[in-house]
């Protein structure tokens, strides 16, 4: 959908013939593809090869009624007439799925129409030029075709997405007369709620990003979600996403879709919620492709008829319940069901990697379609540490001397000079953990030589089936990506652990600043919104994530009022390492002295699994009559339900957890189920040398170096962690801040601004 689509209906030519030429299998296989950087270079070189008159991107454009059709030729050569299509392959291509070159063709008749319309052309050759990023070779087909029978074709295809297009083009006037009628869902804001709207709106208004702080309790997600759907009628944008976290994020912006849906019967607004694909996939014992699944086969032929049963579905969101009901009833994949209702949706709900990753779909989508969004990111302070993941790899030596033994004997000497390289950076390591300042040529050169190797094997023997080595090409793959990009946004370093035969080594390149990565996506979108409760300082998320110079930041007033949240320092306590033994017995006496004054449910938040558990002991030891349960480590969703359960209206006694765990956000549980919290840590992220690494480099770039790698990152865990003693406007409770550092000024200008301290 072109953005806007008043008079006419815009669509790029491989969006058209993706829509009218697929056909047959779904079929992933693996095949190794050249790179995106391959492809630019198979380009680039064909282009050279041909001769100076040759025009390279050529811009073509066609109107079929109100469709209009836009794209760009990979070149065209006047002298003897020929239009190229350039495709980068490795491997064979006798090989390469017969749907894969009719969509080929598709594309080149289209762009031959357009050429022939555009120059006064009666034919024109065309030519599917296909590149062997390996070889370096080309295969050309040819096929002579004249104007008439190219502009029969174009009409064809045209005709066949028109159809669809004017059937887009009523719901979309139809979904934008609707959301201008559109009333607020309840009968009134909350206070909080109404503020964050306003500021959701502007930012639209303005084409900025936003940076909200808002509390917990007053209703972020309609608050957010409400004023952008006014904004898609006013400011003409195609899509709404909806990013989360965790799946609970998910739940409640399907939930809120839902409460504005009911409140507004007829408007006709498609919700989407896209998941995982290993949540989504209904035979994970079988291979993607149509010998293998009954679902891939046949899925681009019995696809139209579930696209349109899913997008006139009386369901009031396609959750992932209601895409697989109709995937199934229509035999095709629910994960291929649900990427292609992705195009069509208007509010697209899912985690943050499908906007913001390295290969991020919807991001992608965005760009080749040039989509108007608008991108909601809800309890963003997750968004560093998720984005540094996003951009970080990395490779384990133990796994490539495992597959040394088992690989072909064709890939032995590429691998074993990889294991050579990894063996003189070991040689050469000072201490278990090392930093490099630049990546060692000889061993990427090894590596870059090795995954050649693997992706032309693989190329020459598509049956070979080998988990081990797939996952080393992969890994190789995604490592050398990101080393192209190397800066100093990232470190390169090496941790060696065990000694002699079983030692180990990993190779990491760790993102520490995600923002050079993530400037482009916030760029790409018309308005984009991170809200949490914990945002603060804002300049910190506005560095470290790369949002615009224009970013607006809002703090929207707090519904809740001091007198509902008692905040007490215990300042004579320190629970500093060093400290951590003569700290157990006073905070066992506080916890003791509070839980005999006001009984009831507590939730006692420590650093780390060994400091709680040695707390809990003394604890039950000098209070038996006190109900205690714990966080244990590597806890399932099973024993996480029970730990919670624990927490009833009716009950008292004091849960013992880790800070940051599952239990410091993302869990509710209001009145008498939660009454006060214990917090004996400031939050700080522990003292190791990576720690260090990254807060020399924050030093470099930002100037705040221990802030930026300890301070904010540990007072966010803090304040969520206290955020879930006040849920709602009617709750009361006492929250323990346990360190003497808390009594700090600088400390405390980092805790929520109504909350009214006692030392």
């Not at 303005?206 to 957010?224: D, E, F, N, Y």
């Not at 409640?252 to 949540?279: F, G, H, K, Q, Y």
């Amino acid at each position: 959908m072109g953005g806007g689509m008043t008079a006419a209906y815009t669509v790029a030519v491989r969006a058209l013939c993706e829509f009218t030429a697929k056909a047959g299998d779904l079929d992933l296989r693996f095949t190794p593809t050249p790179t995106a950087q391959e492809g630019i270079a198979g380009h680039a070189l064909v282009a050279s090869r041909r001769n100076d008159s040759y025009e390279k991107e050529v811009s073509l454009s066609g109107e079929f009624g109100p469709l209009r059709v836009r794209g760009r030729a990979d070149g065209y050569d006047p002298q003897q007439n020929q239009l190229e299509e350039i495709k980068t392959f490795r491997g064979d291509l006798a090989r390469m799925p017969d749907n894969h070159r009719q969509l080929h063709w598709a594309q080149l008749k289209i762009y031959g129409h357009l050429l022939c319309q555009s120059r006064g052309l009666d034919t024109v050759r065309l030519a599917l030029v296909y590149f062997d990023v390996g070889s370096q070779k080309e295969t050309l087909i040819t096929e002579q075709a004249d104007a008439d029978s190219l502009r029969a074709f174009y009409e064809l295809h045209c005709g066949r997405f028109l159809a669809w297009a004017e059937q887009e083009m009523a719901h979309r006037a139809q979904r934008d007369a609707g959301l201008q009628a559109m009333r607020f869902p309840h009968a009134g804001f909350r206070p909080g709620q109404r503020q964050l709207a306003e500021a959701m709106y502007k930012a639209s208004t303005r084409a900025c990003s936003l940076l909200a702080q808002a509390p917990t309790g007053i209703g972020k997600t309609v608050g957010s979600l409400f004023p952008l759907l006014k904004a898609s009628a006013e400011h003409k944008l195609d899509k709404v996403f909806f990013l989360a976290a965790k799946t609970s994020g998910r739940r409640m912006a399907l939930d809120a879709v839902e409460t504005i849906r009911a409140s507004a019967p007829l408007l006709p607004l498609r919700a989407l919620e896209l998941v995982a694909r290993n949540t989504a996939c209904e035979h994970p014992d079988k291979a993607c492709h149509g010998e293998s699944c009954p679902l891939a086969r046949g899925f681009y032929d019995r696809l139209p008829a579930a696209r349109s049963a899913a997008l006139s579905s009386p369901s009031p969101v396609l959750d992932k319940a209601a895409v697989r009901e109709i995937a199934l009833a229509h035999q095709v994949c629910p994960y291929y069901l649900g990427t292609e209702l992705a195009r069509w949706a208007d509010v697209v709900v899912g985690d943050y990697n499908y906007y913001f990753d390295i290969s991020a779909m919807l991001y992608s989508l965005t760009l080749q379609n040039n989509w108007k969004v608008s991108v909601l990111a809800d309890e963003a302070h997750n968004m560093v540490s998720r984005a540094r993941k996003m951009y970080s790899a990395e490779l384990e030596h133990a796994g490539l001397r495992m597959l040394r033994k088992t690989a072909p004997e064709a890939l032995k000497k590429p691998l074993d000079r990889v294991h050579r390289q990894w063996n003189t950076l070991e040689k050469e390591q000072d201490g278990e953990y090392q930093v490099h300042t630049a990546l060692p040529e000889k061993f990427m050169a090894a590596l870059q030589t090795a995954a050649t190797a693997i992706g032309e094997y693989y190329a020459e023997h598509p049956a070979y089936v080998d988990e081990e080595l797939q996952r080393f090409y992969f890994d190789a793959f995604g490592f050398m990506r990101l080393a192209e990009s190397y800066g100093q946004h990232s470190l390169f370093d090496i941790t060696v652990s065990g000694a002699g035969t079983r030692s180990n080594s990993v190779l990491c390149l760790r993102n520490i600043v995600p923002a050079p990565f993530l400037k482009p996506r916030f760029e790409a979108a018309h308005s984009t919104a991170l809200f949490s409760a914990t945002l603060s300082p804002w300049n910190y998320y506005c560095d470290t994530l790369g949002m615009p110079d224009n970013t607006a930041w809002v703090d929207v007033e707090s519904p809740f009022i001091a007198e509902q949240l008692s905040v007490r320092v215990a300042g004579h306590i320190s629970t500093r390492y060093q400290h951590r033994d003569r700290s157990l017995a006073p905070i066992a006496e506080l916890m003791g002295e509070q839980y005999q004054r006001q009984p009831g449910n507590y939730l006692a938040f420590f650093s780390s699994f060994d400091y709680m558990e040695k707390a809990a002991a003394l604890f039950a030891e000098r209070h038996p009559g006190v109900p205690v349960w714990l966080q244990t480590r590597r806890m399932d969703e099973a024993g996480r339900e029970q730990f919670l359960a624990r927490f009833n209206a009716a009950g008292s006694g004091i849960g013992f957890a880790v800070l940051g765990g599952s239990f410091g956000e993302g869990i509710d549980l209001p009145g008498a189920r939660l009454i006060g919290a214990f917090i004996a840590t400031l939050g700080l992220p522990q003292l190791n040398p990576v720690n260090e690494q990254i807060r020399q480099r924050m030093d470099a770039i930002f100037g705040s170096g221990y802030d930026y790698t300890y301070t904010y990152p540990g007072m966010q865990k803090i304040v969520q962690a206290a955020g879930r003693v006040i849920r709602t406007e009617s709750d009361r409770g006492t929250v323990y801040l346990i360190d003497d550092r808390y009594a700090r000024p600088e400390i405390q200008a980092l805790l929520p601004s109504w909350w009214r301290i006692e030392q």
